[in-house]
């Protein structure tokens, strides 16, 4: 797989106003929901997408994401960015 498109750090993710997190046990976890979509999200997936509020930088979600599970930065990065790259290539995040 191809490395994502760089991000600026300093870019404040957010979800669209038509697009939320839930979580369902009916649907087995956690499922990002926009108007005639859903998408299943895994745990690390749903804790990424929980702290694009708007209000942090991609740089502060990745510390944040490196001092809850003491990862190595480098990995969490790049997961990070690939997720974020991929949601908003499908309109379902605001960079």
Sequence with gaps: MPDPAPIDPYTRPRLPR???LAHNEAHGGWALLAPERVFKADAIAAEIIKRCTGEASLREIIEDLVKTYS??????ATDVTALLSGLADKKLLEL
Excluded at 71 to 76: L, Q
């Design 18 to 20: 038509r697009a939320r």
């Design 71 to 76: 990862a190595p930065r480098e990995k969490i």
